[in-house]
């Protein structure tokens, strides 16, 4: 498959260039092939697609609430973030056979 271009010096008035092209003035240019990095081009393509929507439906989960006074922790859940700390320290190690 080609395609028609038209030249930057053609001359529409020339004889021997309305003998030469009889379908109208211009130079043929094979059309672009795609290859390996259009692939890769759609690929990453479908991947953005896919990471906004899972994104989407991620923020739905929150109400699509951003702010940072949403994620702070409870007074509750502070008070007791110590302690389950402490108690994975203290675990016992397990004796080898």
Do not use: F, H
């Not at 692939?39 to 953005?48: D, K």
């Amino acid at each position: 498959m080609s395609r028609l271009r038209s030249g930057r010096g053609s001359n529409p008035s020339g004889a021997s260039r309305a003998a030469a092209a009889p379908r109208g003035r211009g130079v043929l240019v094979p059309a672009a092939k795609s290859d390996i990095y259009v692939a890769l081009l759609g690929i990453s393509l479908a991947v953005l697609v896919i990471s906004c929507i899972l994104m989407a439906i991620l923020l739905m989960q929150y109400e699509w609430k951003v702010s940072v006074s949403s994620a702070t922790p409870t007074p509750s859940a502070l008070a007791t973030a110590p302690v389950q700390l402490a108690s994975a320290a203290t675990a016992p190690i397990p004796a080898r056979c």
